[in-house]
């Protein structure tokens, strides 16, 4: 199953408490960098670590957007960047 599968699937299950949605993006941030720790196993150049962050953005935004079609949206379209750019040990990733 694809990463942006796995995301929705979480994603049109989930609760509307703040306990639910917390969980829920706690998961997708872990599956998140879960798919990235996979895609760079074996090549940890420049370039694949800004493919692989780029491609687990994309995974995130078809996750939201196909969420927000339904009416059930979870997180902000940028939420992955944002979390990303958040944390000083990935600052000079610009994808």
Known sequence: MFLSDKLY???K???RTE???TKAIRLWIKLCFSKLKEDL???KDDRAIKASFKRVDNA???AERKLEREGKPLVTLDGFKTFVKSK???KDIVF
């Open 9 to 11: 699937e979480i994603g």
């Open 60 to 62: 995130w935004r078809e």
């Open 13 to 15: 299950d989930v609760g």
């Open 88 to 90: 000083p040990e990935f």
């Open 41 to 43: 196993e074996e090549n």
């Open 19 to 21: 306990e639910e949605i």
